[in-house]
């Protein structure tokens, strides 16, 4: 009843945001480690093999329905607290005084969010979608090390090398996914009690630095793709 009661009520649903923010900021992490090997290894074989691992590995296929979750639980949770905030509000919110200090990003959240969904969409139909659910030509099965898996660096090399239109999509999500983490990061903890005077600087720094590691990251890819090929 309790908990019942706390997940119904705004700061419960804040907590709620925060946590699964903090469980898909690690996941990011992840994803980012495996991507980068795209453009380490341009035989593909790396690449290939952390995602034939990916997806016949049992424990993250367990994993997979809870990341899921995770996604659904954060982008359903900030549109309730959005939309509670906005109707709270007796009059139209000034952003020009608004209270936050995290400058530009904290004001705009939910259309930083708007946008990486849209994004995130994009990308799950392009790459996750082929790869477990619909297929692709491209994702011709190969050998490497006596173990036959499906060309998964030829589906993503591809698309990148081929279509500047794509990267640029890509390209933009990413940043405003960074731009979303620059204020994300240091917010979530702040919302689940680590706000006093000492942790709250080093958080935002924290924030800064992870923000353009992900973003930074992830854009090398595209840009590798399409300077190099």
Request: hydrophobic residues 55%; without cysteine; charged residues 10%.
């Amino acid at each position: 009843m309790f908990m019942s009661s706390f997940m119904k009520s705004s700061i419960g649903r804040k907590v709620l945001v925060s946590l699964s923010g903090l469980f898909l900021m690690v996941f990011l992490l992840v994803h980012l480690a495996v991507n980068l090997t795209l453009i380490f290894d341009d035989t593909g074989d790396l690449f290939n093999q952390a995602a034939h691992f990916m997806a016949t590995n049992p424990a993250i296929k367990i994993m997979e329905p809870a990341l899921a979750l995770g996604f659904v639980i954060h982008i359903l949770y900030t549109i309730i607290v959005t939309v509670s905030n906005y109707m709270a509000r007796p009059a139209r919110y000034d952003k020009r005084n608004s209270k936050e200090t995290g400058g530009w990003p904290s004001r705009n959240m939910f259309f930083l969010g708007s946008t990486i969904l849209v994004f995130l969409v994009i990308h799950v139909w392009n790459f996750f979608w082929k790869m477990r659910v619909s297929g692709d030509p491209l994702l011709d099965h190969i050998m490497i090390d006596g173990e036959q898996m499906e060309n998964s660096y030829n589906l993503v090399a591809t698309l990148f090398k081929t279509s500047y239109i794509y990267s640029s999509i890509y390209i933009l999500g990413v940043i405003s996914l960074g731009l979303h983490l620059s204020h994300g990061f240091w917010s979530a903890f702040h919302t689940i009690g680590l706000n006093n005077d000492v942790w709250m600087p080093r958080l935002r720094n924290i924030a800064v630095v992870y923000a353009a590691i992900i973003a930074g990251g992830f854009i090398a890819i595209p840009v590798y793709f399409m300077i190099f090929f």
